[in-house]
């Protein structure tokens, strides 16, 4: 007989998951936040961020796994398997969390990851190619207005790696400075080092709360993604001449903030155009200068969301809305002075063998799964471009996500974190 | 003969204008601010308005004014007339500068009136009413949203009074706490020691740039105002579910930043549709909680100013915005958690024997001057409710005002000196 014993070997009863103390580890990462609970604010580099990742390398060290972290803090545990020089099987997600929102966006990708390996441990298996739990650095792109900064450059895309050179945050700190700050020395050429190759992992696989309401609403306990939908985020500048509010006729105006106020209703008409219930667009950043109330905005800045399971239609929205900004400009006479295109990056597919793996593991579970697209984006897909890719969802409450409100049963927690372990296992001895 | 001479005895010549002198003060007040020049940036019981404040009374000193300061700083500075016990004459403005402003709003009316002092003195003027400047706090509504602080309690405005028990800044420091910092150890019931009796002035003069650009138009040196415009400022909030970017779908969603968008634009509509020139409205701050690109905004929160010289038309805009705001929270699902009117002053007229005196003071000095309006407010539409009250303005660039491009030549500034110059001693006299 095989060294190796066959995943699925390992009855439903052996993999036990420790939900005190998984509950635990999540409410204690909650609590290092800049606002106050419920809810949650841990922006990249920030002090509670540091010390987040500090917790996050404790708990993979006592979990046994060999830690390592690169240049900008991508996090690596890793399980040495029995043919450690094959590509490892990883598994991931983020801990950053924008302003005011949850304690489980992320996180359950990290800490449930963890709790897979003491599952698996505990469950007396042993790993044939190594198994890997990533924390990627910054999920969120609230600082830098960069998304997926760790797995886009993990995943080699150059442009990120260019960006950085020039990001500031609002405080008009650089990217490199800020992670000096946090502990991290890195500097431009350590960048291109990250970048991984195809033969570094054999599978990537995401455990992640749905965002969405579908699961919770029709009682399905997993949800197996498919693919991933295309985001695209776009940044805008108007210039007026501002002006003192009292002393400034309506005829004489060309203000910036009413221009923006109609693009971001714009946004909202094209994206009704589309016709598809899969298409969404949203205005999350709005702000006008010099923000007073007896000033007419001088100037205004507005940061777009648009996506997509259609690439080509999405592209369709973004084009709308560039024509918009530029008909708005001209009808109010201020200046379109930025209209930039951040990120446009195409959908992903999640690989055939690893939906069918996970399924098989719902089953062998006795657990309800469905088959379902991810609307919002995760590392995974940039990791698809390095990797085979597989994503899990469990429920989440109302499918409330990025605010305090955000929701999952430490139930349903565990049953993802099983069919996680279980996919784990297979693909380890792949 | 009488011992005081007629104020019109007083020949042009003799009323010399130290214009470098006073361009040097005008460029050092500027250089109190919390933004690069040519902005200026002057906040409330800031370090700047403290150092700037300190200049201010080393002026009056070196001017041999008697200085005084009340409990929330407002700054007075006296010349003896030879008969104080009768009501004294007073003149002033302001020299807190909004977030990016400029450096004469307000401020022409603080050292130009020291200078106006100067200028009689050196003519060999003997004042018969005392005559005073007065340097006014926080005629800006930065940092607490109540534009007009010092004014409005020296005019014995009891809401004011009442509303500084509970108005935090944004940093959520309360009123009394900054006031300590600056050095002004205020409490509420020192407050309504401050409120004037209608004793204390005969006269109330205010010069101002324009901030319109009618008099740099019309080739004028000289505005004489008639009428302050009545000012109104109310502050909005939606609320909605929020959500994240990517998976709540559009017919899900209920917007907050979407509805402020829409009611900025009816403002606009509202303010238009009144079908008058002299109507104008502002929505000047808008800000989206959590302000995350990703985040469906969950709050918004506007403040909108408007104006207009007739009181009635500008509170059937009010009506108009506030029926607004309930149809838009109506048909977006969101709560207008608020809508509240902050202020509704009344318009102020000005005394009919004080723009009399200013016609005959620009007629003797051989400079041109028309009758208008006021449309911005200023601590003369507060004074007006415990003195005859005047305003002078002079042309500024453009009509600019609250931005760093806002400019008025020296030359401009001195015909306006002159003049004020001369109606106080006129008014002195009476
Ligand atoms: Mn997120
Ligand atoms: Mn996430
Ligand atoms: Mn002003
Ligand atoms: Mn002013």
């Known amino acids: 007989t095989s060294p190796h014993p066959s995943a699925l070997s390992l009855s439903p009863s052996s993999l036990s998951v420790d939900m005190v103390g998984l509950q635990r580890q999540i409410d204690e990462l909650a609590a290092f936040s800049d606002t106050p609970a419920p809810s949650v604010t841990r922006i990249l580099y920030s002090e509670k961020d540091v010390l987040a990742r500090s917790y996050i390398k404790s708990l993979m060290e006592e979990a046994g796994l060999s830690v390592r972290e690169d240049a900008v803090g991508n996090i690596f545990g890793r399980w040495n398997g029995a043919e450690a020089g094959l590509a490892a099987v990883a598994t991931g997600s983020h801990i950053d969390a924008i302003p005011y929102s949850g304690k489980y966006d992320g996180v359950v990708g990290v800490l449930g990851a963890l709790e897979a390996m003491r599952v698996l441990r505990r469950s007396g298996f042993q790993p044939r190619r190594s198994l890997e739990v990533i924390m990627f650095t910054s999920e969120e792109p609230t600082r830098f207005g960069i998304s997926c900064l760790g797995s886009r450059l993990l995943a080699g895309i150059e442009a990120v790696a260019n960006a950085l050179k020039h990001v500031v945050d609002g405080q008009n700190n650089s990217f490199f400075d800020a992670a000096k700050g946090a502990g991290y020395d890195v500097h431009q050429e350590d960048l291109s080092n990250m970048f991984l190759t195809k033969e570094s992992y054999s599978a990537f696989l995401e455990l992640h709360i749905e965002q969405g309401p579908i699961l919770e609403q029709e009682g399905v306990s997993i949800g197996i993604v498919t693919a991933i939908a295309a985001p695209a985020s776009i940044k805008v500048e108007f210039e007026g001449n501002g002006g003192h509010a009292g002393a400034v006729l309506m005829p004489a105006r060309n203000d910036a903030g009413l221009a923006a106020a109609e693009l971001a209703l714009a946004v909202e008409k094209h994206v009704m155009e589309s016709g598809s219930i899969d298409t969404v667009g949203t205005v999350g950043i709005l702000e006008l200068h010099p923000g007073a109330i007896n000033s007419i905005p001088s100037k205004s800045h507005l940061e777009i969301d648009t996506r997509d399971i259609d690439e080509k239609r999405r592209n369709t929205v ?36 690893i939906i069918n793996a996970m399924e098989v593991a719902s089953q062998h579970l006795n657990l309800t799964h469905k088959l379902m697209i991810s609307r919002a984006y995760h590392d995974s897909l940039f990791m698809a471009r390095v990797s085979p890719m597989g994503m899990i969802f469990i429920p ?21 974190v099983k069919v996680l372990a279980l996919t784990l296992a297979k693909l380890s001895l792949d």
């Open 318 to 353: 973004i084009e709308k809305i560039q024509q918009s900004a530029t008909r708005i400009a001209k009808a109010r006479g201020v200046k379109l002075s930025q209209f930039e295109i951040v990120n446009q990056d195409p959908p992903a597919l999640c690989e055939g063998s």
């Open 396 to 416: 989440c409450y109302k499918g409330y996500s990025h605010k305090p409100e955000e929701y999952a049963s430490i139930e349903d927690i565990a049953n993802g």
